[in-house]
């Protein structure tokens, strides 16, 4: 009788990173709506984290940038109608 183990999983670094520049996305289309100077910050630094670590969704990647860096100027535009840090309707 011969016993055997499954190996462990090893997660690939590109699985990694396209796990991050899908997160990204997500939360910079999130980050539009609600939390924007929080999720703004954090899609940023993903996506660049997913693009440095040689993600194969690129594409994914460029949005979530592209929306955390909305997320900010959406935050500045509502900051400065209201002078204050939150915006509201």
Sequence with gaps: M?????????RSAARDADGMAVA???LGLVGLLALNVFLG????ILASAALLRGTTRRGRAFL???????D??????F???DST???SF
Excluded at 2 to 10: F, G, Y
Excluded at 64 to 70: C, H, I, P, S
């Design 2 to 10: 011969e016993l055997t183990t499954a190996a462990p999983r090893n």
């Design 41 to 44: 910050p954090v899609a940023i």
């Design 72 to 77: 900010l100027v959406v935050l500045v535009a």
């Design 79 to 81: 900051m400065s109608a």
């Design 24 to 26: 990204s996305f997500i």
């Design 85 to 87: 840090l939150s915006w």
């Design 64 to 70: 979530g940038l592209g929306l955390g860096v909305a």
